[in-house]
Nanobody, 118 residues
Framework: QVQLVESGGGLVQPGGSLTLSCAAS????????MGWYRQAPGKQRELVAT???????NYADSVKGRFTISRDNAKNRVWLQMNSLKPEDTAVYYC????????????WGQGTQVTVSS
């Protein structure tokens, strides 16, 4: 059974930093890509950042220059370093991983809350 488990969310003041971590289990295959999405109250889930197994990354315009995504292919882990956090970054952050076996299949973590508030 494939599972993605996030950790590292919490409450942080504006301008602060947090690092989210996601650990995958239940598969010997590498997710490609892995990434982070977020969903704020009353809004749709949106892409934050993704990274391929070759290290090619993609960021939402709203987080470019502030967030950094990285991964460990051997361990199927992905991180999101978030700096200069803003109140509008407040959301539930979800880890995502894509496996290709007879077609695309997306796997999601349970989500971790990030709240940016003074």
């Amino acid at each position: 059974q494939v599972q993605l488990v996030e950790s590292g969310g919490g409450l942080v003041q504006p301008g602060g930093s947090l690092t989210l971590s996601c650990a995958a289990s239940g598969t010997i295959f590498s997710f490609d890509p892995m990434g982070w999405y977020r969903q704020a109250p009353g809004k749709q889930r949106e892409l934050v950042a993704t990274i391929t197994s070759r290290g090619t990354n993609n960021y939402a315009d709203s987080v470019k220059g502030r967030f950094t995504i990285s991964r460990d292919n051997a361990k199927n882990r992905v991180w999101l370093q978030m700096n200069s956090l803003k109140p509008e970054d407040t959301a539930v952050y979800y880890c995502n991983g894509v496996l290709w076996a007879g077609g695309r299949r997306d796997y999601w973590g349970q989500g971790t809350q990030v709240t940016v508030s003074s």
